[in-house]
């Protein structure tokens, strides 16, 4: 009867410092202070240099991350914290993480995202995130409260995006939303649009509330006084939109369909597009949408929108979280704005004409 066949060999571990040292005739402080980069391998032989690397590449030697980033002070990883809607993709942090992720890349940094279920707690959660797993952390879109702002920890360097209070020791990108908005309303109303109603985004964001201001500067810069009940608080998403445009008409029945629709994001203009195409209506021969970001989603529905340069701010974003670091490691002090706005455009398409045809009465 044949016996079962034997293992001859053992299973091979990744190998260790102990064994560069050992091949190399070395210690194992020597081998690391080579293999790791530390200051003091400045005093060890070239020919003992080159005996430790190349023992290193006999036994396929792979440094560890950590005692790496023990010697080097940094993980060469950053971090970007975000609520993230569970029933809708979020086309505006998909915009803004291209840019991040392209930036890090760059710059040889390894990218981990932080999802918070809501901003109300999340400066509390916000110290357990800057542990030793990241050099620098992003906040995007953080509705903070002014008071809970004043708790984020300033041993890690942080930037935001579209921060909706200013915060101690956070440097901050956002656009000029107020001017986008503006532009916008402006170019709709010189289209011939007076019925301009506006589907916006929480009453608690500040982002928010500048569209709400570039909508009213427009009219009133154009003379024209909004209809009431024009200006409609909720949420960026497109299930807000559905709601809440679905919402007013069911109020307002019997009573002249607005010429067209400003939404404050692009899902919103989108989940209005859904509820007028419910409705038999169409865009933009009864009522023109125009949104508010320039996504992709946007782009594909040929969505006449506000564009806010949302993968360039991931970029700088990035950029500057870097300058942060590379100051901190130096006990250098950072000198630069504590606030950066960037310019929007506005972004003409399909679904932005001139009034046709009689007024619509809304059934």
């Keep these: 009867m044949a016996k079962p066949p034997t293992r001859t060999t053992r299973a091979r571990h990744a190998a260790t410092l102990a064994d560069v040292g050992r091949e190399a005739g070395v210690s194992i402080m020597a081998a690391s202070a080579v ?67 392209e930036a890090a890349a760059e710059f040889d940094q390894n990218t981990t995202v932080f999802a918070l279920p809501d901003w109300k707690d999340g400066a509390s959660r916000i110290p357990a995130i800057c542990d030793s797993r990241i050099d620098g952390l992003i906040l995007l879109a953080p509705l903070l409260e002014a008071e809970a702002a004043k708790y984020l920890p300033d041993h890690t360097p942080i930037v935001s ?28 109303l010189e289209l011939g649009h007076r019925r301009i109603l506006h589907v916006g985004g929480p009453s608690d964001s500040i982002g928010a509330m500048r569209r709400v201001s570039g909508y009213l500067g427009a009219h009133a810069a154009a003379g024209v006084k909004p209809p009431d ?39 919103i203009a989108i989940g209005c597009l859904d509820t007028l ?5 169409r865009t933009p021969a009864d009522v023109s949408v125009v949104g508010f970001d320039d996504t992709m ?25 870097m300058d942060r670091i590379d100051a901190k490691l130096r006990d250098a002090v950072y000198r630069a704005p504590a606030n950066i706005v960037l310019p929007t455009e506005i972004v003409l398409n399909k679904s932005l004409a001139a009034p046709r045809g009689k007024a619509i009465i809304i059934s």
Aim: no cysteine; glycine share 6%.
């Design 35 to 101: 293999l790791n980069g530390a200051k003091t391998s400045s005093r060890i032989s070239d020919e003992t240099r080159a005996r430790i690397l190349a023992a290193a590449q006999k036994l396929n030697y792979r440094a560890n991350a950590t005692a790496r980033a023990l010697v080097d002070r940094r993980m060469n990883a950053i971090g970007v914290a975000t609520t993230l809607s569970r029933n809708e993709l979020n086309q505006y942090f998909l915009e803004v993480f291209n840019g991040v992720i």
């Design 161 to 188: 995006v579209h921060a909706n209070h200013e915060m101690p020791n956070v440097v901050n990108l956002e656009s000029d939303e107020e001017v986008g908005a503006f532009e916008m309303v402006r170019h709709m």
């Design 229 to 267: 009940d024009y200006i409609l608080p909720g949420f960026f998403t497109s299930e807000s939109g559905r709601r809440e445009l679905e919402a007013w008409l069911q109020r307002h029945r019997g009573e002249t369909l607005p010429q067209a629709i400003f939404a404050a994001s692009d899902a």
């Design 277 to 281: 195409s419910a409705r038999g209506l």
């Design 297 to 321: 989603l946007a782009r594909s529905a040929h969505l006449a929108t506000v564009r806010q340069p949302l993968r360039d701010m991931g970029h700088r974003a990035v950029r500057l979280l």
